[in-house]
Nanobody, 123 residues
Framework: VQLVESGVGLVQAGDSLRLSCADS????????MGWFRQAPGNERDFVAT????????YYTDSVKGRFTISRDNAKNTVYLQMNSLRPEDTAVYYC?????????????????WGQGAQVTVSS
């Protein structure tokens, strides 16, 4: 599994941005997937997760109604659509693959990580 994020951006508050995470492996559809973020000086925090077939999703409270996680198993890609962005969303965003088919909310539930993508939201 090798995860590569794209969609790095500098946007203004209220704007939208979509992050993508592509997996070069052959068993992408077997993994639950997740997005985490880490702001300077902070720990890496859970953002969203999606089950192996896209049937279940779960979000941290601060992004509910604004962010949407989705996946396209034919393209080995998971997405994070971020709308109504706020300055407090500024962070490095990481995608990750979990050995739990339904995904998870904890760091240790994930086996593989992308390199991170910087998202900066100006006020």
């Amino acid at each position: 599994v090798q995860l590569v994020e794209s969609g790095v951006g500098l946007v203004q508050a209220g704007d939208s941005l979509r992050l993508s995470c592509a997996d070069s492996g052959r068993i992408f559809s077997s993994y639950g997937m997740g997005w985490f973020r880490q702001a300077p000086g902070n720990e890496r925090d859970f953002v969203a997760t999606i089950s192996w077939n896209g049937g279940k999703t779960y979000y941290t409270d601060s992004v509910k109604g604004r962010f949407t996680i989705s996946r396209d198993n034919a393209k080995n890609t998971v997405y994070l659509q971020m709308n109504s962005l706020r300055p407090e969303d500024t962070a490095v965003y990481y995608c990750a693959a979990s050995w739990l088919r339904n995904g998870g909310t904890e760091l240790d539930e994930y086996a593989y990580w992308g390199q991170g993508a910087q998202v900066t939201v100006s006020s």
